[in-house]
């Protein structure tokens, strides 16, 4: 397999401007959000929003960046939908799943599962770079909703669910992103929206800054 050849430019400051290869072609930093309904949610809202582009607010020509969300989907559902990825070949992938999967098993098997697919997807696939989000919180819900919990539970399991992560991933040479702006009451009472489950403008708006940093973050480390 031939390694990637590339170049990177940088203005006076050290900042980054572009990544050129061999050949003084100008390279795109290939980004991909891949997980349940919160993606596929998240690109809707930026779709209607006056001030968000697809790209992040980063320079179009040098992002490109995919939104694959499956509504509902567990770890087993993006294992069986793991062409989207091959086929679009990110430097970058960021997974959002594990909410749905703590409905009905524990922790520890979520851990479990993650990390294998994190494995899959490094080793197999050769994804150069995998980083999964924290699991939020869920809220009480103000209407009926299909998969209800108890919420304490929920959210007790969810903190263990993200231990283990922070842990469990370092060994694989992954890592854990952590979601800033959902964990004080008042957070966590504006980001969702009555079900409990899904956020709400404000709960966008927040995914979409921290994905933003989770990107530039990245970028610069792997060049």
Not at 51 to 72: A, H, K, R
Not at 107 to 114: A, E, H, K, L
């Amino acid at each position: 397999m031939l390694e990637k050849l590339f170049f990177v430019l940088r203005n006076r400051n050290g900042g980054l401007t572009q990544r050129i290869d061999a050949r003084g072609h100008q390279m795109v930093y290939k980004v991909q959000f891949f997980g349940h309904s919160f993606v596929k949610h998240l690109k809707t809202f930026i779709k209607n929003s006056t001030d968000l582009s697809y790209s992040l607010n980063l320079p179009g020509q040098d992002f490109m960046i995919q939104y694959t969300g499956l509504p509902g989907a567990r770890v087993e559902d993006l294992r069986n939908n793991l062409d989207n990825v091959t086929d679009f070949k990110p430097d970058l992938l960021v997974l959002i799943i594990g909410t749905n999967d703590l409905f009905n098993r524990s922790p520890c098997q979520v851990t479990s599962n993650i990390v294998d697919l994190v494995d899959t997807l490094l080793f197999l696939h050769r994804v150069p770079k995998v980083v999964v989000c924290q699991t939020l919180y869920r809220t009480p819900p103000a209407r009926y909703t299909k998969y209800a919990v108890d919420i304490e539970e929920f959210n007790l399991k969810v903190d263990q669910l993200n231990r283990n992560l922070d842990s469990a991933l370092k060994k694989v040479t992954s890592s854990l992103w952590r979601l800033k702006g959902f964990w004080a009451e008042k957070s966590v009472q504006t980001a969702f929206v009555s079900d409990g489950v899904h956020l709400s403008s404000e709960g966008n708006r927040k995914l979409f800054k921290n994905l933003r940093a989770l990107v530039v973050t990245c970028r610069k480390l792997q060049d």
